[in-house]
């Protein structure tokens, strides 16, 4: 088993999975008090990395993160951040629309950064692994060979199966695609929780994320959908002239391109997510 998976034991009771924070400070503060009222507590809270992002508030998304005490991996962009490198890694296609736009706002994220918080992005183990309702379970953000791979709903199962077996896995909780979906054969279950720093291409300002329960001692899980002051973060990105392709997807819930979409997904542009639980 690889050294960089931390084991962090035994969770019970419910837990709360979410991705894609993306420096969206508004998101992530109404995530924190869903939390609460439901009474997760933040060790039972956990992100699946690229916890900065295409938002306007960076240095405070890490630090009301670190003081809310949840776990989270390290994405592609805190691993990019943690080498002091010059783009996001997203893995997008050279002179890509969204290349483009991480000209813009991988720049504006890192220049924002305080040491601390710096200092802080290089704790955060690259895969978490827990024992949950009999079942192991395994945090990736991309996949465990790719950390910027993007894996989607219609991504063969030959392609995802080998997650599983390298990692000696029942789930793999996955994020970097930035839609949510799960997929299950042969007992094996792909989870993304979807990710909160923006929609989901589907024409709702909502943003995604999981509930799962123990409470029968089996494994349950839950998509579900968040409210939070979207027009707050709008007008932060507009004022601070970030990509305002980005901003405007905050309002409407549609993505600006498909460009790292099967497509499959891209056909579901605007539509309402169904998901089965």
Known sequence: MDQKITSIGNLTGKLLLF??????????????????????????????????G??????????????????????????????????????????????????????????QLQQD???????????????????????????????SEFIFKSTSWEQKRPNFEATQSNVI??????LPFNNIQDDLLWLNPGVIGMPANDGATSVWYMILNDAEATLHFEHKQLEYDYQLANKLMVERNLPKEYAKTLLTGIWDNTEILPLTETLEQGKPIVLNH
Do not use: M
């Not at 962009?77 to 000209?103: H, I, M, P, Y």
């Not at 200092?119 to 991309?142: M, S």
């Open 173 to 178: 909780i996955a994020g970097h695609s930035g």
């Open 54 to 111: 295409y938002c306007a508030q960076p240095e405070e998304t890490i630090q009301f993160f670190k003081n809310w005490k949840a776990r989270s991996i390290a994405g592609n962009v805190e691993l990019q951040l943690n080498e002091n490198a010059e783009d996001c890694g997203c893995d997008f296609t050279k002179g890509s629309r969204c290349d483009n736009f991480s000209q813009l706002w991988y720049p504006y994220a890192k220049s």
């Open 19 to 52: 991705g894609g924070v993306y420096s969206n400070l508004q998101a992530l503060e109404a995530l924190a008090e869903l939390a609460k009222s439901e009474n997760i507590p933040p060790e039972n809270c956990i992100a699946t990395g690229d916890l900065i």
């Open 117 to 147: 918080s710096l200092d802080y992005l290089k704790t955060l183990p690259e895969f978490i692994q827990f024992k949950y309702a009999g079942k192991v379970c395994t945090v990736v953000h991309g996949s465990f060979f790719n950390t």
